[in-house]
């Protein structure tokens, strides 16, 4: 972990669709100075309104996480999340033209190559970090996640599917030396074919295509290249968990334990969180943590 903050050496751009929507979506990743933190800004709307990018703004988490502010949303936007806390980018303004961000291959890869394209800065400002001092956890039926104090961020998610291409996976990284990178980011979303066709008929996935997603029928998996990592769907999952918890607005250390959760109990977790001051501190990042 970097002792002060990064932003984008320059801006740069891409263009996709939105998976629900459907609608192409121009969308641009400027610098932004210290302190700004992560915001979206609604190019196409009159005003251009902003949006930061912090779990208080959360308004829909059912298919993906969604923030909003006075009657503006901006959605899907956890796998550029994930690709700017994977690499420690703390200011940066989001504009987009539409409100879903492109969904892109279905992973953080493609984000991920673009700030690397534009470049990394580093700020004068420094950086602070939420440290865990004591375990924080949410549970909801069989479902549960939890943040427990460690020396660095670390995060375990198993999930259970009663499916004979995935059923029970775990997986464990410590994000350090660039693993977000080399071993999570190109995780893709992942969906079952039953539940793409149910969704399209009720006007969702509307972008969605074997380009995008790891389409899974009863018993094959129907993307011809197969899967990128054989526990794909898992650090996916880890995936989608770094971009939620990237909400809180600071970076942490601790770790992070989920068992089968999703958006809406990983935005429950962060509510919970800020409200057990006694569980945690602040303080600036230890600069000897890669």
């Given at each position: 972990m970097y002792a002060h903050q990064q932003t984008l050496a320059r801006p740069v751009q891409c263009v996709g669709v939105g998976l629900h929507s459907g609608k192409e979506v121009n969308l641009t990743i400027k610098p932004a100075p210290v302190n700004?933190?992560?915001?979206?800004?609604?190019?196409?709307?009159?005003?251009?309104?902003?949006?930061?990018?912090?779990?208080?703004?959360?308004?829909?988490?059912?298919?993906?996480?969604?923030?909003?502010?006075?009657?503006?949303?901006?959605?899907?936007?956890?796998h550029l999340m994930a690709a700017l806390s994977g690499l420690?980018?703390?200011?940066?303004?989001?504009?987009?033209?539409?409100?879903?961000?492109?969904?892109?291959?279905?992973?953080?890869?493609?984000?991920?190559?673009?700030?690397?394209?534009?470049?990394?800065?580093?700020?004068s400002?420094?950086?602070?970090?939420?440290?865990?001092?004591?375990?924080?956890?949410?549970?909801?039926?069989?479902?549960?996640?939890?943040?427990?104090?460690?020396?660095?961020?670390?995060?375990?998610?198993?999930?259970?599917?009663?499916?004979?291409?995935?059923?029970?996976?775990?997986?464990?990284?410590?994000?350090?030396?660039?693993?977000?990178?080399?071993?999570?980011?190109?995780?893709?979303?992942?969906?079952?074919?039953?539940?793409?066709?149910?969704?399209?008929?009720?006007?969702?996935?509307?972008?969605?295509?074997?380009?995008?997603?790891?389409?899974i029928d009863q018993d094959k998996i129907l993307n011809r290249e197969g899967l990128r990592y054989e526990d794909e769907f898992v650090r996916h999952k880890v995936l989608d968990c770094i971009g939620d918890l990237s909400l809180l607005g600071m970076p942490f250390i601790g770790h992070i334990v989920a068992h089968k959760s999703g958006h809406a109990l990983n935005h429950a977790l962060l509510k919970k969180f800020i409200d057990q001051k006694a569980c945690w501190e602040t303080m600036p990042a230890p600069a000897l943590l890669p």
């Open positions: 700004h933190g992560i915001k979206f800004v609604r190019s196409d709307l009159p005003h251009r309104p902003v949006i930061s990018a912090h779990f208080r703004n959360v308004v829909d988490t059912s298919l993906a996480t969604t923030l909003g502010t006075d009657g503006v949303i901006v959605s899907t936007i956890e420690q980018i703390d200011n940066a303004l989001i504009e987009m033209d539409a409100y879903e961000a492109p969904i892109m291959d279905g992973s953080a890869g493609p984000f991920t190559s673009m700030i690397r394209e534009a470049g990394i800065r580093i700020q400002g420094k950086r602070y970090t939420f440290v865990v001092k004591k375990p924080i956890e949410m549970a909801e039926e069989d479902r549960k996640v939890g943040l427990y104090p460690s020396d660095t961020l670390r995060i375990s998610c198993t999930i259970d599917f009663e499916h004979p291409l995935i059923r029970h996976q775990s997986y464990t990284i410590s994000l350090i030396d660039g693993l977000f990178e080399k071993e999570i980011s190109r995780a893709r979303t992942f969906g079952f074919l039953h539940q793409v066709n149910y969704l399209k008929r009720n006007g969702f996935a509307r972008g969605g295509s074997l380009e995008n997603a790891v389409v």
